[in-house]
């Protein structure tokens, strides 16, 4: 059998083939790298938010069971709190006659306090923290405890909380790990065990011989739960933004607020204080007689998340900055009624993160609170 030169490959079919396997190659390389690159953005979205949505998930979860155990109590003509006692028999010490009960008003030894952290921190004494944005603070039965004597009993009130704090990871890592990934906006979950819980103790200093300074009245107990670092827990890094809004349902808000639903009428300055009408405190004076004891039936909370690698290029650009500083917005978020909208402050910071080529996810929800039972009386 014979062989014909004709049935061989020449050299420039083989050229032509080995090229077309090259671009194939190529093409394939590409598809993979871009296939892979697309998994590990992916998997580093899915981590970095997954932390972010479970700490969501948390505080809707544990602030919509705030309560104030209120109850209807006896006050004086001015409105202030007094025992009940029987004026025609005896005064107590140090009361007058103008002292005497009147009327009855809503009463709770509990507390429910929201707004800038700043000025919540500032109020209770709180220091020595790089706090930003705002917080939420509240009494509920969450049942926490260290001490196993009270672990059979379920229920118990403990203080709760939610805050930003600015760390050094440095601090979040152990120290056999060298790698520095610099500052990073973390959110802080307040949980103080039940058998600390200082509440009543802050209520002591209504009376003349109790330890606690009536000055320190109003916010001792925040005081007592930030006071111990195991009460702190830093629960999601890259939180940018963290927004608590106090408010009534839109129909409700509607007829007490001009027709406005915006958020404004309970927490003008997003500041909301259920004891506001004793302690002077000066977010929300105008609507004080309105909180008195009260939980805001509504709470929005709006939380902005960035993943890792956005959250280190931030870190590596500005440093040790909150990032609503760094992004120019140090600000915003002052005003409830600038929240949403095409032109509000929420859609300011998203157009600047994109600016910035910032990965980040925005979780917004609003919390009922089930025991609030809102009443203008």
Same mark, same amino acid.
């Given at each position: 059998?014979?062989?014909?030169?004709?049935?061989?490959?020449?050299?420039?079919?083989? =050229?032509?083939? %080995?090229?077309?396997?090259?671009?194939?190659?190529?093409?394939?390389?590409?598809?993979?790298?871009?296939?892979?690159?697309?998994?590990?953005?992916?998997?580093?979205?899915?981590?970095?938010?997954?932390?972010?949505?479970?700490?969501?998930? +948390?505080?809707?979860?544990? =602030?919509?069971?705030?309560?104030?155990?209120? !109850?209807?109590?006896?006050?004086?003509?001015?409105?202030?709190? %007094?025992?009940?006692?029987?004026?025609?028999?005896?005064?107590?010490?140090?009361?007058?006659?103008?002292?005497?009960?009147?009327?009855?008003?809503?009463?709770?030894?509990?507390?429910?306090? &929201?707004?800038?952290?700043?000025?919540?921190?500032?109020?209770?004494?709180?220091?020595?923290?790089?706090?930003?944005?705002?917080?939420?603070?509240?009494?509920?039965?969450?049942?926490?405890?260290?001490? #196993?004597?009270?672990?059979? !009993?379920?229920?118990?009130?403990?203080?709760?909380?939610?805050?930003?704090? =600015?760390?050094?990871?440095?601090?979040?890592?152990?120290?056999?790990?060298?790698?520095?990934?610099?500052?990073?906006?973390?959110?802080?979950?307040?949980?103080?065990?039940?058998?600390?819980?200082?509440? !009543?103790?802050?209520?002591?200093?209504?009376?003349?011989?109790?330890?606690?300074?009536?000055?320190?009245?109003?916010?001792?107990?925040?005081?007592?739960?930030?006071?111990? *670092?195991?009460?702190?827990?830093?629960?999601? #890094?890259?939180?940018?933004?963290?927004?608590?809004?106090?408010?009534?349902?839109?129909?409700?808000?509607?007829?007490?607020?001009?027709?406005?639903?915006?958020?404004?009428?309970?927490?003008?300055?997003?500041?909301?204080?259920?004891?506001?009408?004793?302690?002077? /405190?000066?977010?929300?004076?105008?609507?004080?007689? /309105?909180?008195?004891?009260?939980?805001?039936?509504?709470?929005?909370?709006?939380?902005?998340?960035?993943? #890792?690698?956005?959250?280190?290029?931030?870190?590596? *650009? !500005?440093?040790?900055?909150?990032?609503? +500083? &760094?992004?120019?917005?140090?600000?915003?978020?002052?005003?409830?009624?600038? =929240?949403?909208?095409?032109?509000?402050?929420? &859609?300011?910071?998203?157009?600047?993160?994109?600016?910035?080529?910032?990965?980040?996810?925005?979780?917004?929800?609003?919390?009922?609170?089930?025991?609030?039972?809102?009443?203008?009386?």
């Amino acid at each position: 059998m014979r062989l014909s030169w004709s049935s061989a490959f020449t050299l420039i079919e083989m =050229l032509v083939g %080995v090229a077309v396997m090259a671009l194939i190659m190529t093409l394939l390389f590409q598809v993979f790298s871009g296939t892979t690159d697309i998994w590990k953005n992916t998997t580093s979205k899915v981590g970095s938010f997954q932390s972010a949505r479970a700490a969501f998930e +948390s505080i809707s979860r544990n =602030l919509s069971q705030s309560t104030l155990q209120v !109850y209807l109590g006896y006050a004086d003509s001015s409105g202030a709190p %007094v025992p009940l006692f029987n004026p025609s028999f005896k005064l107590p010490a140090g009361m007058g006659r103008n002292q005497i009960p009147t009327q009855y008003l809503r009463g709770s030894e509990l507390h429910f306090v &929201a707004g800038p952290t700043s000025d919540v921190f500032g109020d209770a004494g709180v220091s020595g923290l790089t706090a930003t944005g705002q917080c939420v603070f509240f009494q509920a039965p969450l049942g926490f405890v260290y001490d #196993e004597l009270y672990k059979p !009993y379920e229920g118990l009130v403990t203080c709760g909380g939610y805050y930003l704090e =600015l760390i050094d990871t440095k601090d979040l890592q152990p120290s056999f790990i060298s790698s520095q990934r610099g500052y990073r906006s973390c959110l802080v979950e307040v949980l103080q065990p039940a058998e600390n819980n200082a509440i !009543y103790d802050s209520t002591n200093a209504l009376n003349a011989n109790a330890p606690v300074a009536d000055s320190n009245y109003d916010l001792q107990w925040l005081r007592s739960a930030m006071s111990s *670092k195991k009460s702190r827990h830093v629960v999601a #890094e890259n939180i940018i933004l963290l927004v608590f809004l106090p408010k009534l349902a839109p129909i409700d808000e509607k007829a007490r607020n001009n027709g406005n639903a915006d958020g404004t009428f309970l927490a003008p300055s997003y500041a909301y204080d259920s004891r506001s009408w004793e302690s002077g /405190y000066s977010g929300d004076g105008k609507v004080a007689p /309105y909180t008195r004891n009260q939980l805001p039936p509504l709470v929005e909370v709006v939380m902005v998340a960035l993943d #890792e690698r956005s959250a280190g290029r931030l870190a590596e *650009k !500005y440093g040790a900055q909150a990032p609503l +500083s &760094a992004l120019g917005m140090a600000s915003a978020f002052r005003d409830p009624a600038a =929240l949403h909208g095409p032109s509000g402050d929420l &859609a300011a910071l998203e157009t600047r993160l994109q600016s910035e080529n910032l990965t980040y996810r925005v979780f917004r929800s609003d919390v009922q609170i089930e025991g609030a039972k809102w009443s203008d009386d």
